[in-house]
């Protein structure tokens, strides 16, 4: 299992193409997806092979936060459309994506 620390970790894995092109981005179980403080400063986890994919699905002090690939796409989207945006917008973005299941152009 990989652990990145926090949201600029995740969006230097998105940069570098380094996360996973399938499946999920875990979190610990009290992570508060409504919290944009827990978005910026918390761990996510990646799971490396299939057993650790599986392991990841049981565990119960994790839970799920994005796939994978929609993390990505969440920030190419805005990325395409802004190309400057900050990580404040790319963070706002995945917020809203996480409320309304939509892209923030």
Same mark, same amino acid.
């Given at each position: $299992?990989? !652990?990145?620390?926090?949201?600029?970790?995740?969006?230097?894995?998105?940069?570098?193409?380094? &996360?996973?092109?399938?499946?999920?981005?875990?979190? @610990?179980k009290?992570?508060?997806?409504?919290?944009? $403080?827990?978005?910026?400063?918390?761990?996510?986890?990646?799971?490396?092979t299939?057993?650790?994919?599986?392991? $990841?699905?049981?565990n @119960?002090?994790?839970? !799920?936060?994005?796939?994978s690939? !929609?993390?990505?796409?969440?920030?190419?989207?805005?990325?395409?459309?802004?190309?400057n945006? !900050?990580? *404040?917008e790319?963070? *706002?973005?995945?917020?809203?994506? &996480?409320?309304? *299941?939509?892209?923030?152009?």
């Open positions: $299992m990989k !652990t990145v620390k926090g949201f600029d970790g995740l969006l230097v894995e998105a940069k570098n193409k380094t &996360l996973p092109n399938v499946g999920w981005l875990y979190v @610990d009290d992570f508060d997806l409504d919290s944009k $403080m827990d978005i910026l400063n918390k761990n996510y986890y990646l799971a490396e299939n057993d650790e994919s599986f392991d $990841m699905q049981e @119960d002090e994790l839970r !799920t936060f994005l796939e690939p !929609t993390f990505c796409d969440i920030v190419d989207n805005k990325l395409e459309h802004h190309p945006s !900050t990580k *404040d790319l963070l *706002d973005a995945v917020v809203y994506y &996480l409320e309304e *299941d939509d892209f923030l152009d």
